[in-house]
């Protein structure tokens, strides 16, 4: 019987050995490419049936059309979000997966990280002594004990971080357009609106979905609102910040500190090596540049057990799709 060929775009060192280990299970044909997915590298999908994209491919019309002329059945996106695929252009023409859940521990302890090396500088730091300099001038940090943590978004990852948060003695708002009064019973924190979430929070965490109700909802209308110094950390979807407003708001220092895992155009520079490059995208560059801004290259889900959980949900994806089985990480193309 013949092997159901796998194209794979993205794909680095990790990616591979994950996927070949625990390809043994299903036994599929693949062959993996380092280049994104695209309008340009789409002509590459003939003769797969199969087509396994990331977080950062340009899954528009134009590469759409050419998957479909190709004859490809099946997009498994091996991440949670799909907001880079062009799903109305799809018309049913092949079934797109994901990557629903892998672990929520992965990112909300990661936000965790960010929080604290920012406030108390941990990262400048380890850079500063390693040169020999073991000055703290500057470093100054404050105690999270009895601060105000709003976080936007109150699913599985958020409801992590709040289980950690309670740890560190803070008081917890959130805004989320379903609140489970329930769990907010139950974990010991309180939802509010987002302007009252704005107004009272010494650091704002976004745990929430990318959708056009959310799109740039830290914008220049909403910093306005905040504290003064109020840290802001995302590590949800970059366009979740218009990044030129939050510069602004770091010049104007309405913004103490921001923590950013995703940024909005991250797509030709998260994931590469762009260390003998010039960064062109100025206002990335501008970011980069502040002593109280810490980015990081979408690395907050970046464990052994998110990986491995991404590996085997899309691996499953794949083989349920051939078996004719119910796909229960389907997307909607409605």
Not at 185 to 202: H, M, P
Not at 257 to 264: I, N, P, S
Request: hydrophobic letters at 40%.
């Amino acid at each position: 019987m013949e092997k159901t060929k796998v194209l794979f775009y993205d794909i680095k060192s990790y990616d591979k050995d994950f996927f070949i280990k625990y390809n043994a299970d299903y036994d599929f044909d693949m062959t993996f490419l380092k280049v994104k997915l695209s309008e340009e590298t789409a002509k590459l999908t003939k003769g797969f049936d199969v087509v396994c994209a990331f977080a950062n491919d340009n899954i528009d019309k134009a590469t759409i059309d050419i998957m479909a002329d190709n004859g490809v059945k099946l997009l498994a996106m091996r991440c949670a979000g799909f907001n880079n695929v062009s799903l109305k252009d799809i018309k049913n023409r092949f079934k797109v997966v994901r990557v629903p859940a892998y672990s929520p521990y992965s990112i909300a302890e990661y936000t965790m990280g960010l929080i604290l090396a920012l406030n108390r500088k941990i990262h400048k730091a380890y850079a500063r002594t390693r040169e020999g300099n073991f000055s703290i001038n500057g470093f100054i940090g404050f105690d999270l004990h009895q601060k105000t943590v709003g976080i936007v978004g109150a699913g599985k990852i958020a409801q992590i971080l709040i289980k950690i948060l309670k740890g560190f003695g803070t008081r917890i708002i959130s805004y989320d357009p379903y609140p489970n009064y329930k769990v907010a019973e139950d974990l010991g924190f309180e939802f509010v609106d987002l302007d009252t979430l704005y107004r009272e929070s010494d650091i704002i965490s976004l745990n929430c979905p990318l959708t056009p109700e959310t799109k740039y909802m830290i914008n220049r209308r909403s910093i306005a609102k905040m504290k003064p110094g109020v840290m802001i950390v995302n590590t949800g979807r970059g366009a979740l910040i218009d990044s030129a407003d939050l510069v602004e708001g770091l010049k104007e220092k309405r913004i103490g500190a921001a923590g950013l895992d995703v940024y909005e155009e991250e797509e030709d520079y998260f994931f590469e090596d762009k260390s003998t490059q010039i960064i062109e995208d100025d206002i990335l560059g501008r970011l980069l540049s502040f002593h109280n801004v810490l980015i990081t290259s979408h690395q907050a889900y970046f464990t052994q057990e998110a990986v491995e959980a991404i590996t085997k949900t899309t691996l499953q994806n794949i083989q349920d799709f051939l078996d004719n089985k119910e796909l229960v990480n389907e997307v909607s193309q409605n």
